[in-house]
């Protein structure tokens, strides 16, 4: 399975952008970069996923590089209950089934 | 009903009690998955099952058994379970045929004494 390497912690000021990068170096050509979010004792959320091109959508955008050797999530305008733990996934299937193999994540702190 | 239900939300087994915990959903997914989270780590893949087959199958250990009776529901049985196994057990599901993210449930967060 590619690993992804994610910084362990990152602070944001309230109404700024967060920028959460990723490396996944090893990706293959088909498999996907997904991005789960978890907020305390709570289960995963999705937020939002990529192959090549660019992505956006209501939570956030995901910018792939041209190598898709790394990836950014980019919260356009954080708030406080954006605060959490982000994981860079790369989604691999395994048997035609969705295998979700979690890294350790960034804890996002939002700073008021 | 976008909602993935887990119950109990909380359990404390003895090591030789049999206990089971419940997952259900009402979205239509076929594709339904166990993860065991441990304090401050990630989650981890423990069985997957697809239209009520178990596809994948993590090396658990066999005193946790996993069950899916319909499409709806996945129980994961318990059974002469360590210390160790404490943790916040997640349940997902995901639609097969239309593609789509998992969603999961709240956890039931598991103590064996």
């Known amino acids: 399975d590619a690993k992804t390497t994610q910084p362990t912690s990152m602070d944001c000021a309230e109404g700024r952008a967060a920028n959460l990068p990723c490396n996944h170096s090893?990706?293959?050509?088909?498999?996907?970069v997904y991005w789960y979010r978890q907020i305390h004792s709570q289960g995963p959320q999705y937020i939002i996923h990529g192959l090549k091109n660019n992505e956006t959508n209501e939570m956030a955008s995901l910018i792939i590089t041209e190598d898709r050797k790394s990836s950014t999530l980019i919260l356009p305008h954080a708030t406080l209950r954006d605060t959490a733990v982000y994981y860079c996934?790369?989604?691999?299937?395994?048997?035609?089934?969705?295998?979700?193999?979690f890294g350790t994540g960034t804890r996002l702190t939002i700073i008021p | 009903d976008t909602e993935v239900t887990q119950t109990p939300k909380h359990l404390v087994m003895g090591m030789t009690n049999k206990k089971s915990l419940k997952c259900e959903q009402h979205?239509?997914?076929?594709?339904m998955y166990w993860y065991k989270q441990k304090a401050k780590k990630p989650p981890e893949l423990m069985f997957v099952y697809s239209y009520e087959k178990l596809s994948i199958n993590e090396s658990v250990p066999s005193r946790f058994s996993p069950e899916c009776p319909n499409s709806s529901l996945l129980n994961l049985h318990l059974h002469a379970l360590q210390p160790e196994d404490s943790a916040l057990y997640l349940c997902?599901?995901?639609?097969?045929?239309?593609?789509?993210?998992?969603?999961f449930g709240p956890g039931t967060r598991l103590t064996v004494t």
């Open positions: 997902a599901s995901r639609p097969i045929l239309q593609g789509g993210e998992q969603y």
């Open positions: 979205m239509g997914h076929r594709a």
């Open positions: 996934i790369v989604r691999v299937l395994l048997f035609g089934n969705e295998k979700l193999t």
């Open positions: 090893t990706i293959s050509g088909n498999e996907y």
